[in-house]
């Protein structure tokens, strides 16, 4: 007897064969006993997944002697003709070699017969999205309503460039791409019966290569047969199909995570002199990064992750100095990186610049956190900045300080008790409100546009405890009944309670013309900082003057920073 592959050898014969696709078999079983069979059915997905193999099964459940069952005997005439391709019952039609008109009429003057041994004619067209629009069109009426012994079954890679009025008159089933951890069960099985010894990590990476075909993971398996013999290691699956392991692929993106660029660029080498596919390991990378992003995001990471519990420490490791955003900038570097591959004369270079860029995007620090670390010191609550922490998080979380944003650590003191708060400094608020009032107005204006208008108007007249007094020209004051509506009145309290740092109220009244339009043009002097000189007199802050302000001087220090141009 010729020799036979183990993809054909192990194609499953049952239902309860087929790995993987158990919300369609568990379906076509149920259609079966309750005889609910519709007359066309359609089998989406990718390559290798049993699109075939579940028809086949189909068409013997509802041929069998001993049927229509849904366990067919595999014994009868019929089962063995249907499994060995010869049953003239069951036409399997390949779409892309038979897609014209021509085909499709002589299909049409065909299921006009009874079928000659079973109960039902099947019509398996592989590859359906082959056809052509005119031999689409020539099949819709046979579709809609074929003769009550005829069953099409169609199988497609593409459903999208199939006639939306083909779909509707079939029940659809989209096929899952098969979970590595259940392709890595099926060979397995399959070593086991041939008497394979082969090692956990060598399946691991026959089913990684396979992107969840079970029919590529048999091929190769039965091509690393004939390579190696009864012995296989994963060094020779990598190396007959040019994968890179999972522990150098760990050890890269631990690299790239710390920004060792001398490490990345030596894996970059030792990978191309190895022959290794370099747009695979673009891909794979994509993989390993997408399950960093799980274990930084998701509380039990090991229900997301197809992964054993090695490989999930190693990410959990790598997870623990960095952050989302982070991850998120390399993935993005990676995802162009893989798109421009396929067009690159030279991959390694390609390679090489990209994870580079990587490197940096995951240790240098976002514009984000320095502007948080800003907003920290300005608080008063100068709190280290945690490298593994996203922007915006209040605890920063877990992993060692970034060596660019961590200030050295104040000696620790005594407690102190809070001084008591001092008085609210009315005057010096009210100069405060005058000079920001033109910003004050586009803040009011982007909660309450129609008040921006009437402020333009009016100015501060005199800031309380609890109030501020905003005064209208009396060319205008006809305008206060009418702008002092809830919503106004809330967009005003709401800009200046952020400016005063407490809650007050505001009251529109009246004010004469010379005071409103004194404020508009005051320039009056106000509390300055140390160093600055009175602008009312033409002065100017030098750039020794901001170096003195506390808060500058703080920022210098942790950014190692200097001055480059002052601008007022």
């Known amino acids: 007897m010729s020799y036979e592959v183990l993809a054909r050898k192990w194609r499953p014969q049952q239902f309860d064969q087929v790995v993987g696709q158990d919300h369609v078999t568990l379906t076509l079983r149920n259609a079966i006993e309750t005889d609910r069979i519709a007359h066309a059915y359609l089998f989406v997905g990718p390559r290798g997944i049993g699109k075939t193999s579940v028809a086949r099964i189909f068409a013997k459940a509802l041929n069998c002697k001993e049927g229509p069952s849904a366990t067919p005997c595999d014994k009868c005439d019929v089962c063995r003709e249907i499994t060995a391709g010869t049953c003239l019952d069951v036409l399997e039609i390949d779409g892309a070699s038979n897609n014209g008109v021509e085909q499709v009429r002589d299909l049409r003057e065909t299921v006009k017969y009874a079928p000659t041994v079973g109960a039902y004619k099947i019509y398996i067209i592989d590859e359906v999205h082959m056809l052509s629009v005119a031999a689409f069109n020539a099949l819709l009426k046979t579709l809609e309503e074929p003769p009550p012994h005829v069953k099409f079954v169609f199988a497609t890679t593409e459903p999208e460039k199939i006639l939306p009025t083909i779909i509707s008159r079939c029940q659809r089933f989209d096929l899952r791409r098969i979970p590595v951890s259940l392709i890595v069960d099926r060979l397995e099985q399959i070593a086991a019966e041939e008497k394979i010894k082969i090692t956990d990590d060598a399946l691991l990476a026959i089913a990684r290569g396979s992107e969840g075909g079970l029919r590529d993971a048999e091929s190769a398996l039965d091509q690393l047969i004939s390579f190696k013999g009864k012995e296989i290691e994963e060094e020779d699956v990598l190396s007959v199909f040019g994968l890179v392991s999972r522990a150098v692929l760990e050890k890269l993106a631990g690299h790239i995570l710390a920004g060792e660029m001398k490490d990345v660029i030596g894996s970059v080498a030792r990978l191309d002199e190895a022959g290794k596919d370099l747009q695979r390991a673009v891909l794979d990378l994509m993989a390993h990064f997408r399950n960093l992003l799980i274990c930084l995001n998701v509380d039990d990471p090991e229900d997301g992750l197809d992964l054993g519990g090695s490989q999930v420490a190693v990410l959990k490791e790598q997870a623990a100095g960095t952050n989302t955003a982070r991850v998120l900038r390399v993935t993005t570097i990676l995802s162009e990186t893989e798109n421009r591959m396929r067009f690159a004369l030279c991959r390694r270079t390609l390679l090489e610049t990209a994870l580079i860029r990587c490197a940096r995007a995951a240790t240098v620090v976002s514009l984000d956190e320095i502007l948080s670390r800003i907003n920290a010191l300005r608080d008063g609550a100068p709190k280290p900045l945690k490298k593994n922490a996203a922007p915006g998080d209040s605890d920063g979380g877990a992993g060692q300080d970034s060596p660019e944003l961590s200030p050295a650590a104040p000696a620790e003191k005594e407690p102190v008790p809070a001084p008591a708060a001092p008085a609210p400094r009315t005057d010096a608020e009210l100069h405060m409100l005058r000079d920001r009032w033109h910003e004050i107005i586009d803040r009011v204006g982007k909660i309450a546009v129609l008040a921006k208008s009437s402020l333009v108007d009016a100015r501060p007249a005199e800031v309380r405890v609890d109030s501020v007094v905003i005064a209208f020209d009396p060319e205008f004051a006809g305008e206060i009944k009418n702008f002092d509506a809830a919503r106004n009145r809330k967009a005003v309290e709401h800009v200046l309670q952020s400016l005063l740092k407490r809650d007050v109220t505001v009251d529109f009244v009246a004010g004469?013309?010379?005071?409103?339009?004194?404020?508009?043009?005051?320039?009056?002097?106000?509390?300055?900082?140390?160093?600055?000189?009175?602008?009312?007199?033409?002065?100017?802050?030098?750039?020794?003057?901001?170096?003195?302000?506390?808060?500058?001087?703080?920022?210098?220090?942790?950014?190692?920073?200097?001055?480059?141009?002052?601008?007022e």
């Not at 508009?520 to 100017?540: F, I, Q, T």
């Not at 750039?543 to 480059?564: A, H, N, Q, Y």
């Open 512 to 567: 004469t013309s010379e005071g409103v339009r004194a404020a508009m043009a005051e320039e009056s002097p106000r509390p300055e900082p140390k160093g600055e000189v009175d602008k009312a007199k033409g002065g100017k802050r030098s750039r020794r003057d901001w170096v003195d302000e506390p808060t500058v001087r703080t920022v210098l220090d942790t950014f190692k920073g200097s001055i480059v141009d002052v601008r």
